[in-house]
C-alpha cells in the first residue's frame, strides 16, 4: 500500500457557489509526484470547531495532512488554533518568528501591525517553515505516525513553500515508490458495454489502479501503477494493458491519451490531406472542435453551417427535391451535404451532420436525437443512422464524437 | 442558525492532479438559494470503506448530506453500497427501476448491458428520484433527522434532478425563509473594473449577498435576499439593484439572468429577422452558441467556416486582394467577411471573426489575442478591432461574447 494523503482546505469563500479549491490540483500533482496518494479533499469554512474535528478524524486514519489558508493575521483565520486542538498541543508565542515578520514590513517601508503577532503563535513542537513570500509562515508537525502540514493559502505562497520546504521532508519521512500510468481512449461503444467487457480483467488487480471516465461518447481509461522501481511499474501496466486492449479492438484510437480531434489531425498533417464540414443540428460545434487543436489550420479548410432547408441548398447544392423526398434528417441529405462541403472545398473529406437534437421537431419515424453523420471521400461517401440518448446539449456533442470517429475509422486509425 | 448541509463528491478521477469537482458550486448556490448553508464539502475515491467512512460522520452532524457520482454501473462505482452501509440498510434490488433502464436503453435501439442491473439497485427505504436523462436514477433517503441524497455525477444530470426533485422535498422538510433573488448579465467590462464600480455599493450590505461570477467576458451578477416575507426581500432587493444598476448602464443586457444568445434570438425572432455567420479563428463556436438554443432555427439561417484564405475567397467572396493588401486578421477583412456572409445566406445580419487565437501566428503589429469581429446589417457594415488576454480557448470564447455582444447593441438590446 502507498502512503496516504489528506488535504484539507480552509476558507469560507471556499463553500461558496463561485469558488473552487485549486491549490488542492497543484498539491495532488506533487504527492503523486512522490509516490504519495491523496485519498481524500475536504473543504471547511472559518470554523474553529469544524476544522478542528476534521483535522482530527484526518490524522486518525491517513499518514500525511495537508492544511491549506487560514493562516491570516484575522479573526476568522483559526488554521493554527484548530491544528494546536485537534493535535492537544498549546500555542507558544515566538519571538523569533514575530521578528522575521516584522523585518518583512520594514523591508516594505511599513510598520508591522498589532493583528500580525497572531501570525507568530506557533504550535508547540513544530516546525517553522520560513515563507518569504508572505507574512504567515508554514508549519510543519510531525507526530511520529502522521505529518500535518499547515500552509498558506495564496498559490504563488503555497507551491513553492511546498516543493521547497514539505517535499523534501516527505522523501525523507516516507521514502518514495515509482508511479507510472497509461492513458487510452476509445470510442464506438458505451460505457457500461465497455466495462463489461474490461472489468473481468482489471478487477483482479489493485495494482495498477484503473479508472473509466465517459463523456459525450468518448471514454478515458487511465492506469497508474506503483513499485518499488519503475521498470517493475511499467512491467504491471504492460501485463493489465496487454490484456484490455485487445478486448477493445478498434474502439480504443489513442494510446496515450491524445484526443479524437488530435489523432485526425495529425494523420491529415501526416498525410497532407485536408477536412470540410456541413453542419446543421451540431450548428458549429464540429468545427469547433476540429479547431480546438492549434495549427488545425493545417489541414481544416472550413465549412457550411446550413440550418435551414434553403441554406442546404444554395450552399451546399442540396437538391430541393431530395430534401422533399426525404427530409432535411435523412440518409440521403447526410450524403449529399458531404459531398456538397466537399466540392466546395476542395479538400480529401467532408464531414456532414443533419438530426433532431431537440427538445422540440422529430418525427414518429426520426424522433429526437436522430441525427445522421455523412462522410465524403476520394472515392466514395458514406452515411450513419444514430439514435442519441439525452438532451439537446448531449446529442450535439455525442453527434459531433460520432462524426469524427466515423473520419477516425475511415482513416484507418 | 441556518439549516447544513455536508456536499460529498465521488470519484477517484477527482483525487488527480486534474480535475476538480465543479457540481458543488451549482449545489451550493442552489442550496444557499433557499437558506441553506454548506458547511462542509468532501471528496473521496472510489473506495467503499472511506466512502461509507465520510457519509458516517457526515450524516452524524449535519442534517443535509449530498452525494454526488459513483452512481454508474462499473464495479468502481460504490456510492450505492457505500450509503446503505453507512446508515446500515440493505440494497434491494428494483424490477421497476431495471424496468425503466432497460427502457431507456431500447429506445435508443439499444439492448440494456448486464452490469447496468447494478444501477436498478436501491437503498430500503430510500425513494428513486426518475433520471430521465441518464440511466442512472438518483435516490433520497430520509432517516429522520438527516436526509441523504444521491445524485448522478454528469451535470447534465445532476442540475435538473436537484432542482426539480430535491429542492422541493427540502424545502418541504426544513421550511425555509422567504428568499429573493435576482440574477444580471452584464458583457463589454472586465470584472475587476465592474466590481470595483459596484462594490462600494453592495459591501454596504450583509443582505442581500452579491455574487459576481464571469466567464469568456460573461459577467454574472447575483443577488440574494432572505427575510421574514417575501415584500421585504423583494424590497431589500430594489435597494441594491436600484443602485447598481445606474452604474453599469447598457453593459447589463440580462435582468433576468437569460443569457446573450437567448436575449438576442427573442429579439430576432420577435422582429421576424435572420442572422448569419462567417468564422475564421472560432471555427465554428459562434454559430454553435447561437444554436445551444432550441427554436434557434427561426432566426439563425447558418453560416461559412472560412479557416484559409481561400475559403473565405471562395466561399464568401473576400477578394484575394483584400487578403493580400491587408493580410486575412484585419478590419477591411472582417468586413468583407461579413457582407459575404450576409449576401449569400440571405440574412439581415451577419456576424463575421477573423484573428489570431494563438498559440502560433500573429505579427508584431497583430500579436495572438488580435481578434477583428464584423457585422453586416441592412444598411451599414460595422467592425471592431479586440486584444483578447489568456490561451487559445479563452481567445475563442471571447471572441464569440464579443462578437455576439457586438449585434446585442446593434438590435438596442
Known sequence: MSTEAEII?????????????????????????????VVRKIVVGDDRARLADSVRSAVGRSAIVILTGGLGPTEDDVTRDAVAAALDRELVFSEEVCNAIRARFRSFGRRMAEVNKRQAFVIAGAEVLAN?????????????????????????????????????????????????????????????????????????????????????????????AQADSEAEAERLLDEVAGQILPLLGDNVYSRDGAPLEVMIGNALRERRQTLSVAESCTGGLLGGRVTVVPGSSDYFRGGFLTYTDEMKTALLGVPAELIAAHTAVSEAVARAMAEGARQRTGADYALSVTGYAGPGGGTAENPVGTVFVGLAMPESTTARRLRLPGDRERIRGFAVQNALDMLRRALGL
Open 9 to 37: 482546505a480552509v476558507g469560507s469563500e471556499l463553500l461558496t457557489a463561485g469558488k473552487v479549491d485549486t491549490n488542492s490540483l497543484f498539491l495532488t500533482g506533487e504527492l503523486n509526484g512522490i509516490g504519495i496518494e
Open 132 to 224: 518569504p513570500r508572505g507574512t504567515a509562515p508554514g508549519l510543519w508537525v510531525d507526530t511520529g505516525p502522521a505529518v500535518v502540514a499547515l500552509l498558506p493559502g495564496p498559490p504563488g505562497e503555497l507551491m513553492p513553500l511546498f516543493a521547497e520546504e514539505c517535499i523534501p521532508r516527505l522523501r525523507a519521512k516516507f521514502g518514495s515508490r515509482a508511479i507510472r500510468t497509461r492513458f487510452f481512449r476509445a470510442t464506438g461503444i458505451g460505457e457500461g458495454d465497455l466495462d463489461q467487457i474490461i472489468a473481468p480483467v482489471y478487477t483482479r488487480y489493485r495494482n495498477p489502479v484503473t479508472t473509466i471516465l465517459a463523456s459525450s461518447g468518448d471514454i478515458q481509461i487511465h492506469l497508474r
